[in-house]
């Protein structure tokens, strides 16, 4: 059942290939390349008003039949210091200057039922408010920055699969995952952002969810 419901994601999905590629490619060039950063993009939750959903603690909640999803907006300097206490390699790249490039959302998945739940990532989106979707980053996308040093790089995408989502991620009963989704940030703050979730599969049964953002510049860093 697992691998019917991300097949059935995955072929629903076809930009996720070359062009989600070349589109979050773009993206993390541009980021990169900017001289003169306007600051990174703080993001806030929206108080829910759709049903099952509720504002738990900075973090918005969605309660289904037997599992339950939270979306909570996380701070880039944390995320910095996170990779400075482990002394891991940071595969955002080094100190809170290029972690700000990116948005993070912790997302949690707690499974309550005897079936399994498989969230596929390439399924996600954060819509900011009449532009052009985001795509979360994906393992592969980190080459882009990484350059040359293969060493390095290896380093990096281990802890990139270790904080991050990147394949389908199958939450067996009565376990809990979490894990970021990780965006480049839009080079203009917009007012609202959505995050969705498509397809998130329960045994047999699929749930479509969206978590409101309200998104502020910070201060130039």
Same mark, same amino acid.
């Given at each position: 059942?697992? $691998?019917?419901?991300?097949? %059935?994601?995955?072929? $629903?999905?076809?930009?996720?290939?070359?062009?989600?590629?070349?589109?979050?490619? #773009?993206?993390?060039?541009?980021?990169?390349?900017?001289? $003169?950063?306007?600051?990174? #993009? #703080?993001?806030?939750?929206?108080?829910?008003?759709?049903?099952?959903?509720?504002?738990?603690?900075?973090?918005?909640?969605?309660?289904?039949?037997?599992?339950?999803? =939270?979306?909570?907006?996380?701070?880039?300097?944390?995320? !910095?210091?996170?990779?400075?206490? =482990?002394?891991?390699?940071?595969?955002?790249?080094?100190?809170?200057?290029?972690?700000?490039r990116f948005l993070f959302l912790r997302v949690r998945l707690?499974?309550?039922?005897?079936?399994?739940?498989?969230?596929?990532?390439?399924?996600?989106?954060?819509?900011?408010?009449?532009?052009?979707?985001?795509?979360?980053?994906?393992?592969?996308?980190?080459?882009i920055f990484m350059g040359e040093d293969l060493i390095g790089?290896?380093?990096?995408? $281990? !802890?990139?699969? %270790?904080?991050?989502?990147?394949?389908?991620?199958?939450?067996?009963?009565?376990?809990?995952?979490?894990?970021?989704?990780?965006?480049?940030?839009?080079?203009?703050?917009?007012?609202?952002?959505? #995050?969705t979730l498509d397809e998130l599969w329960l045994g047999s049964?699929?749930?479509?969810? %969206?978590?409101?953002?309200? !998104?502020?510049?910070?201060?130039?860093?």
């Open positions: 059942m697992e $691998k019917c419901a991300t097949d %059935r994601g995955r072929r $629903k999905r076809p930009h996720h290939g070359a062009s989600r590629l070349a589109l979050c490619g #773009l993206a993390l060039l541009v980021a990169c390349a900017a001289p $003169k950063p306007q600051g990174p #993009l #703080l993001l806030h939750p929206v108080p829910p008003a759709a049903d099952n959903y509720a504002l738990v603690q900075g973090a918005i909640v969605f309660t289904g039949p037997e599992f339950v999803v =939270s979306a909570r907006p996380w701070d880039y300097r944390l995320v !910095a210091q996170e990779f400075a206490r =482990s002394g891991e390699a940071s595969p955002f790249g080094k100190g809170e200057e290029a972690t700000g707690e499974n309550r039922s005897s079936r399994a739940l498989v969230f596929n990532p390439m399924r996600a989106e954060l819509l900011p408010e009449g532009k052009a979707p985001l795509v979360p980053l994906e393992n592969s996308d980190l080459a790089s290896e380093a990096r995408a $281990k !802890a990139f699969r %270790r904080t991050s989502f990147d394949l389908t991620a199958t939450v067996r009963p009565g376990e809990t995952l979490e894990r970021y989704l990780v965006f480049p940030a839009p080079e203009e703050a917009p007012k609202v952002m959505t #995050l049964t699929s749930f479509d969810l %969206r978590f409101g953002f309200e !998104a502020y510049p910070g201060a130039a860093r």
